[in-house]
C-alpha cells in the first residue's frame, strides 16, 4: 500500500483521517501544519507516495505546502482538503501540482475513496 503523509493542523481530524487510511492498509504520517509538513517530507527525502494537507493551516498554508513539496518532489501526488470557498478558488491553475480537492465536510468513506482515486492515477 501507499506511504502517506497527511497535515492537518486540527488534531482530532488527523487522527480520524489517520486510522481511515491505516484500515485500507497505507502507512501513514501527521504532520500539523505546513511547515511541520514539509519539514517531514524533506527528512524523508521526498520518500511519500501521497500528501494529503489541509488548505487553512498556521505557519505554511497547504497550498504553499503542495507548491514547495512539488518543486522538489515533481513525482509526488498531491491531494488538498478545504471547508472554505475562497481557497477553491485559489487552486485554480494548480492542476499540474495538485491531482484533486476534497471539499469538507466530508464522511471518512468519501475520503477513503478519494484517495484510493487519486491513488490509481498513474
Known amino acids: ?50 500528501l494529503v494537507s489541509d488548505i487553512r493551516m498556521p505557519l505554511m498554508d497547504g497550498i504553499e505546502l503542495a507548491v514547495a513539496a512539488k518543486e522538489d518532489y515533481p513525482s509526488l501526488t498531491i491531494m488538498l482538503m478545504t471547508g472554505f470557498t475562497e481557497e477553491q478558488e485559489r487552486i485554480k491553475g494548480l492542476d499540474d501540482t495538485v491531482a484533486d480537492l476534497l471539499i469538507k465536510p466530508f464522511s471518512l468513506g468519501d475520503f477513503r475513496a478519494a484517495v484510493r482515486r487519486v491513488l490509481a492515477v498513474p
Open 1 to 50: 500500500m501507499a506511504r502517506i503523509l497527511l497535515v492537518d493542523d486540527e488534531a482530532g481530524v488527523r487522527g480520524l483521517l489517520k486510522r481511515g487510511l491505516e484500515l485500507d492498509g497505507h502507512t501513514v504520517e501527521t504532520g500539523e501544519d505546513g511547515l511541520d509538513g514539509l519539514e517531514r517530507l524533506q527528512a524523508a527525502g521526498g520518500a511519500f507516495t501521497l
